[in-house]
């Protein structure tokens, strides 16, 4: 029992001594914070002394109102650093976004003088594609996607644009909707232009020497006979380039229905049958390159100059039949290249 009437003694003397403690702190902390008060409360008095002989002012102050007042100004002097440091920002941001501001302005103005470029190539197109449609005969009404006409002339009319939009914004817009228009008229270009070019391959249109080298050594029509020195009809054209062994080729599609061999006459030569009751000779050929029945394309080889039969150098003899009659070869020769005028124009 006396063991534990030890423990209980122990016990109690330590909560006296703690209670004891925390009386203390807290004395001293009242005291401490009644200290402060009184010290804030401490009155001071600030005499203000004139240099002559009027009022002596008397200016009481405490401890509290002088702390009050530094505290005040110390908010004041950092509200203006504060406000500053962000003046100061605001104003390098406001400097960027000039400076980016000046770089679209400059990018604007060259998008526009490229869009004002680009109206202008339109214009040419336009006058183009007209002047293309009437030469070939093609139906040049177009449609705008916008309810109006394709003229481009409307790029061109100053007016005011809906809800602020740009001048260039629209007329690309129009522009967009001119070229879309256009497509539909070129297709039409596309498919008579295939269309004249596969009639092209099956009428004799094309130079008959490979390359398109050698000249016209004698025209068709009236000439003087080489041998007899009299007039005749000469019912070819001769085209020469001054060597034997030079590629000739079909003019147009065809197929071959005579090789033979004239010795007072064309000597080698070779007949092709081609559409629309067109043929076409070639003769005093050094060698023949097909066989009779060969289907035989535009620009294919089909022999070589020569000089056989009778004949007065190395040359070609041309000939274009329709049917029965014979035509001159040098006006089915240009086709292409007045075709490709009329257009051009």
Request: with cysteine; proline share 3%; glycine share 10%.
């Amino acid at each position: 029992m006396s063991r534990v009437h030890e423990y209980k003694r122990l016990e109690n003397s330590l909560v006296e001594k703690t209670k004891g403690l925390a009386i203390a702190l807290a004395r001293a902390l009242c005291g401490g914070i009644v200290s402060f008060f009184r010290f804030l409360a401490r009155r001071y008095t600030v005499v203000l002394v004139p240099h002559s002989e009027k009022r002596v002012y008397n200016l009481h102050i405490t401890i509290f109102s002088v702390c009050c007042v530094v505290l005040f100004m110390a908010g004041i002097i950092g509200a203006f650093f504060w406000y500053s440091a962000s003046y100061s920002g605001a104003m390098g941001a406001l400097a960027g976004k000039d400076s980016r501001l000046k770089d679209t302005q400059a990018s604007l103005d060259q998008l526009r003088d490229e869009i004002t470029g680009l109206l202008q190539e339109a214009r040419n197109f336009e006058t183009a594609l007209s002047g293309t449609l009437a030469a070939l005969g093609a139906d040049v009404k177009q449609k705008n996607n916008q309810g109006g006409s394709g003229d481009l002339s409307t790029f061109f009319d100053i007016r005011e644009t809906p809800e602020g939009m740009l001048q260039e914004v629209d007329d690309v817009r129009r522009l967009s909707a001119y070229l879309a228009s256009a497509q539909e008229p070129i297709r039409e270009i596309g498919t008579l232009l295939d269309s004249q070019s596969a009639l092209l391959t099956e009428i004799p249109s094309v130079w008959p020497i490979r390359g398109g080298i050698g000249h016209i050594s004698m025209f068709f029509g009236q000439n003087e006979n080489p041998f007899t020195g009299q007039y005749y009809i000469h019912k070819g054209m001769d085209i020469s380039t001054y060597r034997s062994g030079d590629p000739i080729v079909a003019t147009a599609d065809g197929q071959v229905v005579t090789i033979d061999f004239d010795a007072e006459g064309f000597g080698n030569y070779i007949i092709i049958k081609h559409k629309h009751g067109y043929y076409t000779r070639y003769a005093h050929l050094q060698k023949t390159a097909a066989r009779i029945g060969q289907r035989v394309q535009q620009g294919e080889v089909i022999g070589y100059i020569g000089n056989t039969g009778l004949s007065t150098g190395p040359h070609l003899h041309y000939e274009v039949h329709i049917g029965s009659d014979v035509v001159d070869p040098y006006k089915y020769i240009n086709i292409r290249s007045t075709i490709a005028r009329t257009t051009s124009r």
